[in-house]
């Protein structure tokens, strides 16, 4: 049976791209509330399901280390892709080699395939968005919000990732009422029912994600209700055949080229989709780094943290007081407001709250000016004496 793969074996289960750990830290990333499919499988060690494939990550001061499984689908394509290159070398072995005995003809040329490797960089680059620079905008926010230069020193590397569109909607419809723990749960339970396994590693099995077509199935409703999915059964299966009936498989991800209201507004026509689920979606999977989500987790960061006012005598948040808290996050941290925004919510939750109490390490500008203060007191005293 095949094992989780862990740092220890050593580094030829693993490839790696550099990566410092301010840029991104697995931990915090990971475990905030974004996806839901990670889990920890020993320290430091991460493994999830992205992009059809099961992956573990991990990370030292300066790289991203990651190995991937095979899965059945994945050897599938290997399997075809070999036996393809094999019968096209063969075809040309014939042609320049008529005279060739019948027993070479049948044997199969040994050929050197591209392996994944950099379709696997590639992916996980995509979804991480290691094109963005995070020490540059952490910068940025910090010199404009105060609140925020505290908070980063110990939040660093918490990035936004760039999610499947479609996992990201169904995932994000059950977190109504929840928390991350339980939605966890139910996207596990989504996946072992209506996904396709993958491989199975200490007796864990990994499944991939629904299709539409299996989420807008007429029995999927009742079956979720049985798992405990509660009326966002009914959401699930009716914004699946809504999208398939009206739309088509590849309009979610049409989105991603569609303004960033505009796309809110499309996503708010489906059953169980409101103000804060869509912008999720557009934060976390259709490339709109300026969308806020607003539950009363955030609505309590601006009250508490920035004097935010407006809206106090509200017992809910309507969809003005949504789009109100958006445009001052939007003005204060810039075009990825978004992005700032995960950050001080990763930073609220209670699982984190423990990185506040540990001793930080004291900055280059704060040493240095100890430093200054220690040689004028060490002067100060010599002409004393």
Same mark, same amino acid.
């Given at each position: 049976?095949?094992?989780?793969?862990?740092?220890?074996?050593?580094?030829?289960?693993?490839?790696?791209?550099?990566?410092?750990?301010?840029?991104?830290?697995?931990?915090?990333?990971?475990?905030?509330?974004?996806?839901?499919?990670?889990?920890?499988?020993?320290?430091?060690?991460?493994?999830?399901?992205?992009?059809?494939?099961?992956?573990?990550?991990?990370?030292?001061?300066?790289?991203?280390?990651?190995?991937?499984?095979?899965?059945?689908?994945?050897?599938?394509?290997?399997?075809?892709?070999?036996?393809?290159?094999?019968?096209? &070398? $063969?075809?040309?072995? !014939?042609?320049?080699?008529?005279?060739?005995?019948?027993?070479?003809? *049948?044997?199969?040329?040994? #050929?050197?395939?591209?392996?994944?490797?950099?379709?696997?960089?590639?992916?996980?680059?995509?979804?991480?968005?290691?094109?963005?620079?995070?020490?540059?905008?952490?910068?940025?926010?910090?010199?404009?919000?105060?609140?925020?230069?505290?908070?980063?020193?110990?939040?660093?590397?918490?990035?936004?990732?760039?999610?499947?569109?479609?996992?990201?909607?169904?995932?994000?419809?059950?977190?109504?009422?929840?928390?991350?723990?339980?939605?966890?749960?139910?996207?596990?339970?989504?996946?072992?029912?209506?996904?396709?396994?993958?491989?199975?590693?200490?007796?864990?099995?990994?499944?991939?994600?629904?299709?539409l077509s299996a989420l807008a199935g007429d029995s999927v409703e009742a079956c979720l209700r049985d798992l405990?999915?509660?009326?966002?059964?009914?959401? &699930? $299966?009716?914004?699946? !055949?809504?999208?398939?009936?009206?739309?088509?498989?590849?309009?979610? *991800?049409?989105?991603?080229? #569609?303004?960033?209201?505009?796309?809110?507004?499309?996503?708010?026509?489906?059953?169980?989709?409101?103000?804060?689920?869509?912008?999720?979606?557009?934060?976390?999977?259709?490339?709109?780094?300026?969308?806020?989500?607003?539950?009363?987790?955030?609505?309590?960061?601006?009250?508490?943290?920035?004097?935010?006012?407006?809206?106090?005598?509200?017992?809910?948040?309507?969809?003005?007081?949504?789009?109100?808290?958006g445009d001052f996050f939007r003005k204060l941290w810039g075009p990825y407001a978004g992005w700032a925004q995960?950050?001080?919510?990763?930073?609220?939750?209670?699982?984190?709250?423990?990185?506040?109490?540990?001793?930080?390490?004291?900055?280059?500008?704060?040493?240095?000016?100890?430093?200054?203060?220690?040689?004028?007191?060490?002067?100060?005293?010599?002409?004393?004496?």
């Open positions: 049976m095949a094992k989780h793969a862990v740092w220890s074996s050593g580094t030829k289960l693993w490839r790696s791209l550099a990566c410092a750990k301010s840029e991104l830290r697995l931990d915090l990333t990971l475990a905030c509330g974004q996806s839901f499919r990670w889990r920890e499988t020993a320290e430091g060690h991460w493994t999830g399901v992205m992009g059809g494939r099961v992956w573990t990550l991990t990370q030292t001061d300066d790289t991203l280390w990651y190995h991937v499984y095979n899965t059945q689908d994945r050897q599938g394509v290997r399997c075809d892709r070999k036996r393809k290159a094999n019968a096209s &070398l $063969q075809t040309e072995h !014939k042609k320049r080699f008529k005279g060739a005995l019948k027993k070479e003809e *049948d044997e199969p040329v040994p #050929v050197t395939l591209e392996n994944d490797t950099d379709e696997d960089e590639e992916m996980l680059r995509d979804y991480f968005q290691l094109d963005v620079r995070m020490g540059d905008l952490y910068k940025e926010w910090g010199a404009a919000d105060p609140h925020f230069k505290r908070i980063a020193d110990i939040f660093t590397g918490v990035r936004m990732l760039r999610q499947d569109p479609t996992e990201c909607l169904f995932s994000i419809i059950c977190t109504s009422n929840n928390n991350i723990s339980r939605t966890e749960g139910m996207i596990e339970s989504l996946c072992q029912t209506l996904g396709i396994r993958l491989c199975q590693l200490d007796e864990k099995s990994y499944y991939n994600f629904p299709t405990s999915f509660g009326y966002r059964a009914r959401f &699930l $299966q009716q914004s699946a !055949k809504q999208i398939l009936d009206t739309h088509g498989l590849g309009w979610l *991800d049409g989105l991603r080229s #569609v303004p960033y209201l505009k796309a809110c507004d499309a996503l708010r026509t489906l059953p169980g989709v409101g103000a804060k689920v869509a912008e999720c979606v557009c934060l976390m999977s259709l490339d709109k780094a300026e969308a806020v989500p607003v539950d009363t987790h955030v609505w309590q960061i601006a009250k508490r943290d920035y004097n935010y006012a407006s809206g106090n005598k509200q017992k809910s948040i309507t969809d003005k007081l949504h789009r109100d808290i995960s950050v001080l919510f990763c930073a609220d939750l209670k699982k984190f709250q423990k990185l506040k109490e540990m001793p930080q390490p004291k900055k280059e500008e704060n040493c240095e000016e100890e430093m200054r203060v220690a040689c004028k007191k060490t002067k100060i005293k010599k002409e004393k004496n």
